[in-house]
């Protein structure tokens, strides 16, 4: 098996380190990674601005800016040709999923996929209190004031949150869409604060298996997330290892991803992870 980071990110981020791209991989050659992914957080789409609630930080610092783009990929293209002969450099972004923009999406991969060989699809936002879009992970005020309470529960926010993942999979971004699955249970990114179960419902436990027999009808991967067991609210994986386990039964390949923003987190929590991959 060759050791793989799948998911990481960049200078390019608002709401990383700041750290350079290039000491990351460094790291990672260090810590004997044979491939790694430059995964940067795609642009949002612009109209978004005008659907989204919730403080400012969760838009304006989710992702990469769209002026940003021939500078990421012309540092990702320089860094994958000065480390060939020490480590495989894939580049590609992490996308959002946002229903009420697929076109907007699709148009965008159409344009710049041509530049990428790897990509993760993932669910940062959804509808919540007044019909906007709140950001899941940004802050727990957030999650509780535009999620949570409107859901009432934490098994209706988690269906909420599964069913979006699902219409992820199932919907069509074009020849460039991201064939890996993202942090599929990131809405547990928060479980601890508020005392979410720590079960699924019989409905939950359901459409987690819908999710994984998409993922495998289509050929799909999941992004195996390092990151929620260094969350102090989260403290297990995206998904947890009963779900790894169930996927990996399916056949669905898991991919490895510390999810690193920084120097510091490139490699975290990979050997607890390795036995699944």
């Keep these: 098996m060759r050791k793989r980071e799948g998911h990481s990110h960049t200078e390019f981020c608002p709401h990383g380190s700041g750290d ?22 795609a642009p949002l789409p612009p109209a978004f601005k005008t659907m989204y609630a919730g403080q400012p930080t969760g838009l304006t610092e989710a992702s990469m800016a769209m002026g940003d783009l021939e500078a990421y ?36 991969l159409d ?34 004031t535009g999620l949570l309470e409107p859901a009432g529960d934490s098994q209706t926010i988690f ?12 919907t069509d971004l074009g020849q460039y869409g991201p064939q890996r699955i993202g942090h599929m249970t990131l809405v547990r990114k928060f479980q601890d604060h508020f005392s979410l179960d720590p079960d ?3 409905q939950n436990q359901q459409l987690i298996q819908e999710i994984l027999k998409a993922v495998a009808d289509s050929h799909k991967k999941l992004d195996f997330n390092a ?18 386990t169930t996927a990996k039964k399916l056949g ?15 490699g975290h929590g990979y050997h607890a992870l390795a036995p699944f991959l």
Excluded at 20 to 36: P, R, T
Excluded at 88 to 107: K, M, N, Q, S
Aim: hydrophobic residues 40%.
């Design 20 to 41: 350079d791209v290039e000491l990351m991989i460094q790291k990672a050659i260090k810590l004997g990674f044979q491939e790694y992914s430059i995964t940067e957080h």
């Design 73 to 108: 990929f012309a540092k990702a293209n320089r860094m994958k040709a000065k480390y060939a002969q020490q480590i495989r450099i894939h580049i590609g972004f992490e996308v959002d999923f946002i229903p009420d923009f697929v076109d907007w999406t699709r148009a965008f």
């Design 111 to 144: 344009e710049y996929g041509p530049k990428t060989d790897d990509g993760i699809l993932s669910v940062h936002f959804m509808k919540g209190r007044n019909g906007k879009y709140w950001c899941v992970d940004d802050t727990p005020e957030d999650f509780a």
């Design 159 to 170: 269906a909420q949150y599964f069913k979006a993942v699902k219409q992820s999979v199932t």
């Design 200 to 202: 699924y419902s019989q």
């Design 227 to 244: 990151a929620g067991l260094y969350k102090q609210d989260c403290n297990e994986p995206y998904p947890n290892f009963p779900i790894a």
């Design 252 to 266: 669905i390949p898991l991919i490895y991803g510390s999810d690193a923003h920084s120097i510091a987190e490139i």
